[in-house]
Every structure is written in C-alpha cells, then in structure tokens.
C-alpha cells in the first residue's frame, strides 16, 4: 500500500503530514507507526520509517526526530543527529535535512521561509504550546535568516475540541495566563470543558506575526482509520499507541 499524507499548499517545500496508511506495523499499531518509543517492533518501526525517508527521497540517516518532551526547546540541525537532544523543535537551512516530528494527538506544526531557505518543525501539545514552543521556534528560524512575517505555518491532524474534554485545573491554568484565553473553551459534560488546541495554536502563531498559519482540519481521535490517538486509545484500553509522523525538507 502506498502511503498517504496530507500536505499544504502554504508550504511550498517538499513535506507531508503523513497518515497511519502504508505501514508495515499490525495489531494495534497497524500501519505507518514511525515511533521509536512506541512498544511496538522495533525493526518494522525503522521499516515505517525508511519509507518515509524514500517518499520524500532522501537517506533513512537524512530523517531527523527528536526526544521530544513537552518543551519549548528548539535545536538547529546542520546534519544527522548521532543521539537526539530533548527538545520539541528544529529549525534548518540546510538542504536534504527531513525534520520529523511524532504526534498522536498533539499538534505538529511544519514552517517555511522560502525567500531564507529555512524550515521548522515543532511538536506542540497543550503543555509546549503554552509554555511558547512556536514563538521560539519562529525566533530559532530569524536567527537562521527568516523573517517571521514571511513564515508561512501550517499545522497538521491534532485533536479538535469536540474530542479533547479536560478537567477545570486544565482551564484554570491557562485562564491564569490570560483570562482571554476562555474563547478557546467550549462547555463540556458536568464540570468539564472542551479545549480548542488548534484553535489555540494558530493564536499563537498569529500573534507572534507568522505571515500565514493554518490547520489542515484533520482530528486524529475522530479517525481511527487514518490517524493514531492517544486519547482513543487510552479510551479504549489499549496498551499502547502508534506515532504519526510529520515531515519537512529543503
């Protein structure tokens, strides 16, 4: 099966957002499972992986991940990372370089400067998004030559707000922030509130002068098909999850 991603007409270098379809991984990581902190086997991981890297036409060693840790750290990468750092983000100029970032429900957000030459990539859940992962990853990319309000940014399938119900300590934290920050709650069952996480991100960026941003419109939880979940699969009892992946290149 070929595999399938999404990509944007924003970014208008080689890059993809890319689905659970193609993978060589079964039972319930059946698919395009690209996560290497995933239980699943680890040689058919790097298998999901090279097909990948051969889809966008580079070398397995060329595809650049992350430990990514719920941060606002960004990393500059020139070249394939022996050990990967523990940040959420990159930035490059440099050609042949495939940023990868691993989402099961949490935003990945893909930059392009195309006048600099300079891309970036971020993984963005609540947590990163909050604490300014995309603000310092547009600033990580300006000390690469970008200029933020030339950044186009685009962020794939994530959670929506229907799907994503949190408890009111959630709110509470981001209301502390900024009390504006209540239009990105809708009303959930009993004491609980619906977050809008792209809706939230696209904000950020918004307001950290990116020259376009947008959201492909995909919810991973809603489409078991397409998309890993965390969130479904914590729903549903299951041990574990698949990662997608989401990529960018010069």
Same mark, same amino acid.
């Given at each position: 099966?070929?595999?399938?991603?999404?990509?944007?007409?924003?970014?208008?270098?080689?890059?993809?957002?890319?689905?659970?379809?193609?993978?060589? %991984?079964?039972?319930?990581?059946?698919?395009?499972?690209?996560?290497?902190? %995933?239980?699943?086997?680890?040689?058919?991981?790097?298998?999901?992986?090279?097909?990948?890297?051969?889809?966008?036409?580079?070398?397995?060693?060329?595809?650049?991940?992350?430990?990514?840790?719920?941060?606002?750290?960004? &990393?500059?990468?020139?070249?394939?990372?022996?050990?990967?750092? $523990?940040? +959420?983000?990159?930035?490059?100029?440099?050609?042949?370089?495939?940023?990868?970032?691993?989402?099961?429900?949490?935003?990945?957000?893909?930059?392009? +400067?195309?006048?600099? =030459? &300079?891309?970036?990539?971020?993984?963005?859940?609540?947590?990163?998004?909050?604490?300014?992962?995309?603000?310092?990853?547009?600033?990580?990319?300006?000390?690469?030559?970008?200029?933020? =309000?030339?950044?186009?940014?685009?962020?794939?399938?994530?959670? %929506?707000?229907?799907?994503?119900?949190?408890?009111? +300590?959630?709110?509470?934290?981001?209301?502390?922030?900024?009390?504006?920050?209540?239009?990105?709650?809708?009303?959930?069952?009993?004491? $609980?509130?619906?977050?809008?996480?792209?809706?939230? =991100?696209?904000?950020?960026?918004?307001?950290?002068?990116?020259?376009?941003?947008?959201?492909?419109?995909?919810?991973?939880?809603?489409?078991?098909?397409?998309?890993?979940?965390?969130?479904?699969?914590?729903?549903?009892?299951?041990?574990?999850?698949?990662?997608?992946? %989401? &990529?960018?290149?010069?």
């Amino acid at each position: 099966m070929m595999l399938e991603m999404i990509t944007s007409p924003l970014l208008t270098t080689r890059h993809g957002f890319f689905t659970r379809k193609g993978g060589a %991984s079964s039972g319930i990581f059946a698919g395009l499972n690209c996560g290497t902190g %995933s239980s699943d086997i680890a040689e058919v991981v790097q298998i999901n992986r090279d097909r990948v890297s051969d889809t966008m036409e580079v070398p397995p060693l060329n595809l650049v991940t992350v430990n990514q840790v719920h941060s606002a750290h960004v &990393v500059e990468v020139h070249a394939a990372l022996t050990t990967p750092p $523990r940040v +959420d983000a990159m930035v490059s100029k440099t050609p042949g370089v495939l940023l990868g970032i691993l989402t099961a429900d949490c935003q990945p957000v893909l930059f392009h +400067d195309a006048m600099a =030459g &300079v891309i970036g990539a971020a993984h963005a859940g609540w947590r990163g998004a909050k604490d300014g992962v995309l603000e310092a990853t547009v600033a990580a990319m300006e000390g690469l030559g970008a200029q933020r =309000g030339r950044i186009r940014a685009v962020i794939g399938p994530c959670i %929506s707000q229907a799907a994503y119900e949190v408890g009111p +300590d959630f709110v509470a934290a981001f209301l502390a922030d900024d009390p504006a920050h209540s239009r990105f709650f809708g009303t959930g069952r009993g004491d $609980r509130a619906l977050f809008d996480l792209p809706a939230f =991100g696209l904000a950020r960026l918004q307001a950290a002068g990116v020259g376009q941003a947008e959201w492909t419109q995909h919810c991973t939880y809603r489409d078991a098909d397409r998309f890993f979940s965390y969130r479904r699969a914590t729903h549903l009892g299951e041990a574990d999850y698949g990662r997608l992946i %989401s &990529v960018i290149r010069l």
